[in-house]
Nanobody, 115 residues
Framework: QVQLVESGGGLVQPGGSLRLSCAAS????????MAWYRQAPGKQRELVAS???????SYVDSVKGRFTISRDKAKNTVYLQMGSLKPEYTAVYYC?????????WGQGTQVTVSS
């Protein structure tokens, strides 16, 4: 089994920054991709950013230029640096890992953007 533990969420003012971290542990053999999703109240979960094993990176249009995803392969950790935060980014952010066709999710970390 694979465990994902997220950290770094919290309350931040509009225009502020936060850095999320997600550490993977357990039966890690060959990670195909890691990603961050978010789910706002009453909305479907959406893909925010992803990074593949060959370092191909993608972002949802709404966060391009504001968020940066990065990965430390040695630590099996993925980060999401979030800047210029907007209230509409308020959501639970989930870490996702894909390995050999199996999907794993973290428990989620709340990000609230409010003044």
């Amino acid at each position: 089994q694979v465990q994902l533990v997220e950290s770094g969420g919290g309350l931040v003012q509009p225009g502020g920054s936060l850095r999320l971290s997600c550490a993977a542990s357990g039966s890690i053999f060959s990670i195909d991709a890691m990603a961050w999703y978010r789910q706002a109240p009453g909305k479907q979960r959406e893909l925010v950013a992803s990074v593949t094993a060959d370092n191909s990176i993608s972002y949802v249009d709404s966060v391009k230029g504001r968020f940066t995803i990065s990965r430390d392969k040695a630590k099996n950790t993925v980060y999401l640096q979030m800047g210029s935060l907007k209230p509409e980014y308020t959501a639970v952010y989930y870490c996702h890992l894909l390995q050999w066709g199996s999907h794993y999710w973290g428990q989620g970390t709340q990000v609230t953007v409010s003044s």
